[in-house]
């Protein structure tokens, strides 16, 4: 009853709300007034003030999204709230994510910042740092803490503020193929439900599946494992394997690779199995999508997918676009620095960042928000590509979709790949030329870690010292 009253409240409020850039009255003149510049500070307890707006007028603003597959559904959301809130005008746009690095930087030239951006949040990080995008900690607070997980909620602050609604999440481990491993003789590591996460031993990986694997498919062309540094796609998974031996890669906001003893002892067991042929021969010039169309052809038993991968195998299953098989999913196993088993995957998390843009676009903004988190699943599925962050929503498709359990009971597994460190979109260029050159055997794996760690750290403290958040 107390979320149902603050909804209310807050779309009443929401009702009051002086215009963005510009209002438009009775006679559709557009009054222009300066965009207010918001500071990261105090943007949370302004939300509470009001202004009215005079009646007839409006409030305009722009909602972006870089998944263009989610437009449709946006649209949808966008068209109902503005039903039950005429005094707002919403207007979509939608394009390739490849875009997004050109289309920010001249939003913000332009002073044409969108007041909301659905997209992934290591994406949009190092904007938050730059101070493009606000904090959203009482919007969550209000209408959403209740029903998105704390380790979701987690990736998405800095310090004590979110800054992001998550929409839906994308974990990612492995894809299995437990045809061949039971061909393989391997039935012992196919989980007994086709829906349930396998969690293997390191020690099982190394010592009994990949050689079974590798034994199985001879002299051919196929290999056990796909394993790729050619460019930065997709590079999460990689950063997911140096953690089998229970080392990190950050660390206290700062990258410890080339420091960590089960870091290095990582990378040498992926340069071993490489020496051994257990992965493709080409991984330091292979690419995930190219790894990924080996999997889909059966010509590796193990690769990387996150959820939207195994959900996109499905697809093409069902239009006969891939011969059926037996399609699992796996956790990377790890080896804490106890001797203990575990496991370890991480996630992409997407949702709704708030942009800097003048006071009104934020209230019609964090209005939108605020009515979403009531609307029925329909809606929010709309917007989602892959597990709904609303366990609401989740729970009740259970029955449609059983995997979605063995994901939540994963949880425990997420690991956040970013390290939260600020720069770490600007890392990723370091990362594969270091990798490349172990595998190649230009250095060792020491060497290549540390190289590694020096340029990500020289990066990682420009973005520091410059950050608006930490200083």
């Known amino acids: 009853m107390r979320r149902?009253?603050?909804?209310?409240?807050?779309?009443?409020?929401?009702?009051?709300?002086?215009?963005?850039?510009?209002?438009?009255?009775?006679?559709?003149?557009?009054?222009?007034?300066?965009?207010?510049?918001?500071?990261?500070?105090?943007?949370?307890?302004?939300?509470?003030?009001?202004?009215?707006?005079?009646?007839?007028?409006?409030?305009?603003?722009?909602?972006?999204?870089?998944?263009?597959?989610?437009?449709?559904?946006?649209?949808?959301?966008?068209?109902?709230?503005?039903?039950?809130?005429?005094?707002?005008?919403?207007?979509?746009?939608?394009?390739?994510?490849?875009?997004?690095?050109?289309?920010?930087?001249?939003?913000?030239?332009?002073?044409?910042?969108?007041?909301?951006?659905?997209?992934?949040?290591?994406?949009?990080?190092?904007e938050i740092h730059q101070g493009t995008i606000l904090p959203l900690t009482d919007v969550v607070n209000e209408f959403y803490a209740g029903d998105i997980s704390d380790s979701l909620l987690n990736q998405v602050k800095i310090r004590d503020d979110y800054y992001m609604i998550p929409v839906y999440s994308s974990p990612q481990g492995m894809l299995y193929n437990a045809d061949i491993f039971k061909a393989a003789g391997l039935e012992e590591f196919v989980t007994e439900s086709p829906e349930e996460i396998a969690v293997w031993k390191l020690a099982d990986l190394d010592g009994k599946i990949l050689p079974a694997l590798k034994e199985y498919f001879g002299n051919s062309e196929k290999y056990p494992m796909a394993l790729y540094a050619g460019s930065e796609q997709n590079d999460s998974y990689l950063i997911n394997l140096l953690w089998m031996n229970g080392g990190e890669v950050f660390k206290d906001g700062k990258c410890v690779a080339g420091e960590d003893e089960n870091t290095i002892k990582a990378l040498k067991k992926l340069k071993e199995w490489f020496d051994k042929g257990y992965t493709n021969s080409d991984v330091a010039t292979r690419v995930f999508v190219d790894c990924n169309a080996d999997f889909q052809k059966q010509n590796v038993a193990i690769s990387a997918g996150q959820f939207a991968t195994y959900n996109n195998h499905l697809a093409a299953f069902e239009k006969g676009d891939a011969e059926r098989f037996d399609i699992r999913v796996a956790a990377v196993p790890r080896e804490e620095t106890d001797g203990t088993d575990s496991a370890a995957m991480h996630e992409y998390v997407y949702g709704f960042v708030m942009m800097n843009v003048d006071e009104a676009q934020q209230r019609a903004a964090k209005a939108f928000l605020g009515w979403l988190s009531a609307q029925e699943d329909e809606?929010?599925?709309?917007?989602?590509?892959?597990?709904?962050?609303?366990?609401?929503?989740?729970?009740?498709?259970?029955?449609?979709?059983?995997?979605?359990?063995?994901?939540?009971?994963?949880?425990?597994?997420?690991?956040?790949?970013?390290?939260?460190?600020?720069g770490f979109v600007s890392t990723r260029a370091v990362f594969y030329p270091a990798i490349q050159s172990c595998i190649t055997g230009e250095q060792d794996e020491q060497s290549a870690l540390e190289q590694y760690e020096t340029q990500a750290n020289e990066i990682i403290k420009e973005y520091t010292d410059r950050s608006l958040v930490l200083n």
């Open 4 to 126: 149902k009253i603050a909804l209310m409240m807050a779309l009443v409020m929401a009702g009051m709300l002086t215009a963005c850039g510009g209002t438009k009255g009775e006679t559709g003149q557009e009054e222009n007034r300066p965009a207010e510049s918001v500071s990261q500070e105090g943007t949370a307890a302004d939300s509470e003030e009001t202004a009215e707006i005079p009646a007839g007028e409006t409030v305009e603003t722009v909602i972006w999204t870089d998944s263009t597959q989610l437009a449709e559904g946006l649209q949808a959301a966008v068209d109902l709230f503005m039903a039950d809130n005429p005094q707002y005008q919403i207007s979509i746009e939608s394009f390739p994510g490849s875009e997004r690095p050109e289309k920010l930087a001249l939003a913000k030239q332009g002073n044409s910042l969108p007041s909301l951006f659905l997209t992934a949040y290591f994406t949009s990080a190092d």
């Open 379 to 422: 809606v929010l599925l709309g917007l989602s590509s892959g597990i709904p962050a609303s366990s609401r929503v989740a729970t009740a498709q259970l029955a449609e979709n059983p995997i979605y359990q063995s994901y939540m009971d994963a949880e425990k597994y997420i690991r956040d790949f970013t390290g939260a460190v600020p």
